[in-house]
């Protein structure tokens, strides 16, 4: 693993949370505990690398300052970059039309930014100008330089064919990705007295709720956070999933345990309300974000005391993992996730294996 991946991984370490979540005063107390905050190389390394995964923070540039190196000499902040797009606006509204999910939109949007501001910066081209064999360095860069996951390059290439084929109107071959493996990691699987644990560490009912719900239902965060009142149907101990990914309607279910505490929570609420709001807001109907789900959970995980280095996705890899465990078929388990292929379902089979249970180490 290279230095500058290893910092990433201590300082994640050190507060417990993704980098994504890490705040510019923690990057800050966190390089000065190292004494690296005139290491021209590391600040570089660790900026772009928080730039290729679409994910900004000021300080970065800020200890570059200090140091007399300006922001210029590095990629060109966002609203220098979509200026240099010639189709940007269009290339939004297209993706619009198209109905692509909000989440869609800022991942290919962000994508089309950090090639257009690689080869403004690198190689002083435009991305209108750049050709195949650009292209083949750029993603040997990403692959090789900055250890990109195969699911961001996937982004990259979609967004980039995106832009020249729908704003353009001409194709740009990058045939060579065709092909590209992917990584064939395991879930992280939570088990029952693990979860039980998490949930039992939130004292407020609403976090709590947020959380079990995610677990008992095998939700997404977004799913939960665009949850209404009307969506509960506690008779039948069901939950109606609004345009879920892929803008797919499914109905999954939910454990009978949480229905007195659903019960309450949506006594006062009308059927369009959405069912988890936040508190910062004087009309009280603005619905919670995703990020402050997550940051519950990495909190109940903390005080739980549960080592594994879950998120909030693992609750729903437990439920479909637990539910295989009881026997439930697996093509039930499918229509419960939402998952358009059973190949995407079937992951979970390899989770929890009987057979290994009863072989024993030779040691």
Same mark, same amino acid.
């Given at each position: 693993?290279?230095?500058?991946?290893?910092?990433?991984?201590?300082?994640?370490?050190?507060?417990?949370?993704?980098?994504?979540?890490?705040?510019?005063?923690?990057?800050?107390?966190?390089?000065?505990?190292?004494? &690296?905050?005139?290491?021209?190389?590391?600040?570089?390394?660790?900026?772009?690398?928080?730039?290729?995964?679409?994910?900004?923070?000021?300080?970065?540039?800020?200890?570059?300052?200090? &140091?007399?190196?300006?922001?210029?000499?590095?990629?060109?902040?966002?609203? /220098?970059?979509?200026?240099?797009?010639?189709?940007?606006?269009?290339?939004?509204?297209?993706?619009?039309?198209?109905?692509?999910?909000?989440?869609?939109?800022?991942?290919?949007?962000?994508?089309?930014? /950090?090639?257009?501001?690689?080869?403004?910066?690198?190689?002083?081209?435009?991305?209108?100008?750049?050709?195949?064999?650009?292209?083949?360095?750029?993603?040997?860069?990403?692959?090789?330089?900055?250890?990109?996951?195969?699911?961001? &390059?996937?982004?990259?290439?979609?967004?980039?064919?995106?832009?020249?084929?729908?704003?353009?109107?001409?194709?740009?071959?990058?045939?060579?990705?065709?092909?590209? #493996? #992917?990584?064939?990691?395991?879930?992280?699987?939570?088990?029952?007295?693990?979860?039980?644990?998490?949930?039992?560490?939130?004292?407020?009912?609403?976090?709590?709720?947020? &959380?079990?719900?995610?677990?008992?239902?095998?939700?997404?965060?977004?799913?939960?956070?665009?949850?209404?009142?009307?969506?509960?149907?506690?008779?039948?101990?069901?939950?109606?999933?609004?345009?879920?990914?892929?803008?797919?309607?499914?109905?999954?279910?939910?454990?009978?345990?949480?229905?007195?505490?659903?019960?309450?929570?949506?006594?006062?609420?009308?059927?369009?309300?959405?069912?988890?709001?936040?508190?910062?807001?004087?009309?009280?109907?603005?619905?919670?974000?995703?990020?402050?789900?997550?940051?519950?959970?990495?909190?109940?995980?903390?005080?739980?005391?549960?080592?594994? #280095?879950?998120?909030?996705?693992?609750?729903?890899?437990?439920?479909?993992?637990?539910?295989?465990?009881?026997?439930?078929?697996?093509?039930?388990? /499918?229509?419960?996730?939402?998952?358009?292929?059973?190949?995407?379902?079937?992951?979970?089979?390899?989770?929890?294996?009987?057979?290994?249970?009863?072989?024993?180490?030779?040691?």
């Amino acid at each position: 693993m290279d230095e500058y991946l290893k910092l990433l991984t201590e300082m994640e370490r050190e507060y417990n949370k993704s980098f994504r979540y890490i705040s510019n005063s923690e990057i800050y107390s966190f390089f000065v505990s190292k004494s &690296i905050t005139q290491n021209t190389r590391f600040i570089e390394l660790i900026r772009d690398y928080y730039n290729s995964h679409n994910v900004s923070r000021y300080i970065f540039n800020k200890m570059l300052e200090d &140091i007399g190196i300006t922001k210029t000499s590095g990629i060109p902040d966002r609203r /220098q970059v979509t200026n240099l797009i010639s189709g940007y606006d269009r290339f939004c509204e297209l993706m619009k039309l198209k109905r692509y999910s909000p989440k869609t939109l800022k991942n290919y949007s962000g994508a089309l930014v /950090q090639i257009a501001g690689f080869f403004h910066s690198q190689c002083n081209l435009s991305i209108e100008s750049v050709t195949s064999a650009d292209m083949y360095k750029y993603f040997l860069y990403l692959t090789d330089t900055r250890k990109v996951s195969v699911s961001s &390059i996937r982004i990259y290439r979609f967004a980039l064919l995106f832009y020249f084929r729908e704003v353009l109107h001409r194709d740009i071959d990058i045939s060579f990705m065709n092909g590209i #493996k #992917k990584e064939k990691g395991l879930p992280q699987i939570l088990t029952r007295n693990e979860v039980l644990k998490i949930i039992k560490s939130i004292n407020n009912l609403k976090h709590r709720l947020m &959380i079990s719900l995610l677990y008992s239902a095998g939700l997404r965060v977004s799913e939960v956070v665009n949850l209404r009142a009307g969506d509960i149907n506690l008779e039948n101990l069901n939950i109606r999933i609004n345009q879920g990914k892929g803008k797919k309607d499914r109905l999954t279910i939910f454990s009978e345990s949480l229905k007195s505490q659903l019960q309450e929570y949506i006594e006062h609420k009308g059927p369009m309300d959405y069912l988890f709001v936040s508190n910062f807001h004087s009309d009280d109907k603005k619905k919670l974000t995703v990020r402050t789900i997550q940051q519950v959970f990495r909190m109940a995980l903390y005080r739980s005391g549960v080592k594994k #280095k879950a998120s909030c996705h693992s609750l729903r890899h437990s439920f479909a993992t637990h539910l295989l465990e009881n026997g439930i078929d697996i093509r039930y388990i /499918q229509v419960l996730l939402g998952h358009k292929n059973l190949s995407t379902t079937s992951i979970y089979t390899h989770c929890k294996n009987p057979s290994l249970n009863n072989i024993r180490s030779p040691l």
